[in-house]
């Protein structure tokens, strides 16, 4: 049976916000919240596979160091301040680990951390591991995991989604309080909403993508997998910046994104694109959409029907510039001077083809063939090209929408998590479960997406989509849907 009881024994559910409260009150310590959640780890992530590795000697220090931050000694604590923190496996730490999910990248350790990690640690949070993911953070199921599929902590027959499915997967089932992801396609949206808890992907250019191991470089955008909106703006607030190591960065002045965070959204308007609710979408998923339009209603919010016709168009664009930059990416695993290596090979260039051919997994090999094709000589100005002038007509679309609406609201995916195994031989269907939310990846735009029901017992989830740079009213419009429902509450019976 679903859990959709607030009430919990222990401090595994609760978000951030609520644990700073215990920690500040010295209820409890960031020693004993560390301790607790590698106890967690130990005792679900055996079903769920969600968790690559944990990091006890790096964190038991930062907890004493956040304890004594908490005591007074040293800087003003923060936010995160004694927080577990899980980081998807595509993101630098000193001296962890870091795989991307790849065996070509086995056994390699970072000698810099992220620019996001020395945020965390500068803000006190406390990095208790790597998630699991899609090799490369390339799939929507995290079954294209060298080291093993995630499991959804709802029901483990049934995939997280993906591609930062382990980092979904344990938030909902109480193994992080908070975990960061990266979205290049919906790779932090989709999991959330499959594993029923908040994910968001800032506009593309607020934070660092410094020590990120690349997909799709124009794409790629780190942001927080948290349990409540509070969280992922505080996580927002603590790992935005300008970062001069990054060209992608931006330079602005950075507010503080939960600033609208309370107030209402009486007079707010919300566009539905009628193109988002597709032909392949599950009942279940549409009654929860459309209660939830009621929910915003009743908040004061205007709803109307809109259009954006190049949405159709979007899935073939992002399947052709997402691969084509993969390709460029991964060039650099040769078996020579990047990653590691095959044991055969009588030159080099045979070395670098056994090692390609033996150590990527199906997808990744999958999307190098089709962006090493759409980029071609013959090929390039008909695909590639073509499908940077659409996306150009793409973000044009949503800036004109945006002049009618202060942001759109749409399902995050069509379906709730499917089978395991289920569409792994169709490449295409496994494409479609992004539909909803690689458009906002082409554009740049902030997404978020929360809880908004179930369907067969599973979570269903609700986007929001803001214009460039609104990350401040998608944090807004989100949190009072979520403070006037208790889906955020629910929580798995792991």
């Known amino acids: 049976m679903v859990n959709r009881s607030s009430r919990t024994s222990d401090n595994s559910f609760l978000p951030a916000h609520v644990l700073r409260d215990r920690l500040d009150a010295r209820e409890i310590s960031s020693a004993e919240l560390a301790s607790s959640t590698f106890q967690r780890i130990s005792t679900t992530d055996s079903q769920l596979n969600a968790v690559l590795r944990t990091t006890e000697p790096e964190a038991n220090s930062a907890a004493e160091d956040a304890d004594r931050r908490l005591r007074g000694s040293g800087p003003e604590p923060g936010p ?33 951390d992220a620019e996001v990690v020395t945020r965390l640690k500068e803000a006190g949070a406390v990095i208790v591991g790597k998630s699991n993911l899609d090799e490369f953070a390339m799939g929507s199921s995290n079954e294209h995991s060298a080291f093993g599929a995630a499991k959804n902590p709802w029901d483990v027959a049934r995939v997280p989604g993906g591609s930062s499915g382990g980092a979904a997967a344990a938030v909902a089932a109480g193994e992080a309080v908070i975990a960061l992801g990266s979205d ?126 190049l949405t159709d168009q979007a899935l073939a664009v992002y399947y052709i510039i997402a691969p084509s930059e993969a390709s460029a990416n991964l060039s650099r695993y040769d078996g020579v001077k990047y990653g590691a290596a095959a044991e055969d090979g009588l030159n080099a260039a045979e070395l670098s083809q056994h090692t390609r051919g033996e150590l990527f997994g199906d997808e990744v090999k999958r999307r190098i063939l089709i962006g090493t094709y759409a980029l071609s000589a013959g090929y390039y100005d008909a695909y590639y090209k073509k499908a940077q002038q659409v996306r150009t007509l793409i973000r044009q679309e949503f800036t004109e929408g945006f002049e009618q609406f202060d942001a759109l609201v749409t399902p995050t995916s069509p379906t709730v998590a499917f089978e395991a195994g289920a569409r792994m031989d169709d490449p295409y269907q496994m494409y479609l479960a ?45 949190h009072s849907y979520e403070q006037a429902t208790d889906w955020h509450r629910s929580h798995p019976p792991l």
């Open 80 to 112: 995160l301040t004694g927080i577990p923190v899980l980081l998807k496996d595509n993101m630098s730490m000193t001296g962890v680990e870091t795989t991307a999910a790849s065996k070509i990248l086995s056994g390699y350790v970072p000698p810099y």
């Open 184 to 309: 290049t396609g919906g790779s932090i949206r989709q999991p959330a909403a499959l594993c029923g808890v908040v994910g968001m992907k800032p506009t593309y250019g607020l934070v660092s993508r410094y020590g990120l191991i690349a997909f799709a470089s124009s794409l790629d955008q780190i942001g927080p997998i948290t349990r409540d909106v509070q969280d992922c703006a505080d996580t927002l607030n603590v790992i935005a910046s300008h970062d001069p190591k990054d060209s992608t960065s931006v330079e602005r002045p950075f507010d503080d994104f939960g600033g609208k965070i309370g107030q209402d959204i009486d007079g707010m308007r919300l566009g539905v694109p009628k193109e988002y609710l597709v032909d392949g979408i599950e009942p279940g998923v549409r009654s929860a959409f459309e209660d939830s339009l009621e929910v915003l209603r009743s908040l004061g919010a205007s709803i109307e029907e809109t259009s954006l016709p």
């Open 434 to 478: 992004d539909v909803c939310t690689l458009p906002v990846n082409i554009a740049g735009l902030p997404g978020i997406s929360v809880p908004c029901g179930f369907s067969e017992e599973m979570p269903v989830g609700l986007q929001f989509i803001g214009p460039q740079f609104g990350d401040d009213t998608v944090l807004q419009v989100a």
